[in-house]
C-alpha cells in the first residue's frame, strides 16, 4: 500500500479546512442552508461566532471568523496527520510482518 506523501496529507488538512468554512458561510448567506447540531461536526470552530452577534460587519467580526477559519484549519491539519501516521504504522508494521524484520 503507497501512502501519499506528508506533505499532501498536510496540503489536504489545509485546504479542507479552508474550504469548509467558505462554502458554509456562502451557503448560510445565500440562504441554501440553515445552522443546526450538524454544523459543529463540520466546522467545529463555529462556535465561535457566537461572538459575532451582535457586532455585525465591523473589524472585530471578521478578526473572530478569520481566527476561527485559523483554529479550522489546525484542527484538519492535525486529524490528517494523525490518519497519516497511523497509516504509516499499520504500513510498516505489514511490511515487517512480510520480511520477517522488525519496525
Not at 445552522?35 to 465591523?58: H, K, N, Q, R
Request: net charge neutral; with cysteine; aromatic share 18%.
Amino acid at each position: 500500500m503507497r501512502l501519499p506523501k506528508f506533505r499532501y496529507a498536510l496540503f489536504v488538512g489545509l485546504i479542507i479546512g479552508v474550504i469548509v468554512p467558505i462554502v458554509l458561510m456562502l451557503c448560510f448567506y445565500l440562504g441554501f442552508l440553515q445552522a443546526g447540531e450538524w454544523l459543529f461536526f463540520v466546522w467545529p470552530t463555529s462556535i465561535m461566532l457566537m461572538a459575532t452577534e451582535d457586532l455585525g460587519y465591523s473589524s472585530e467580526a471578521f478578526g473572530i471568523l478569520a481566527l476561527s477559519v485559523f483554529y479550522n484549519v489546525v484542527l484538519y491539519i492535525t486529524v490528517f496527520t494523525v490518519i497519516w501516521c497511523i497509516a504509516w504504522v499499520m504500513r510498516a508494521g505489514r511490511a515487517s510482518l512480510r520480511d520477517g524484520t522488525t519496525i
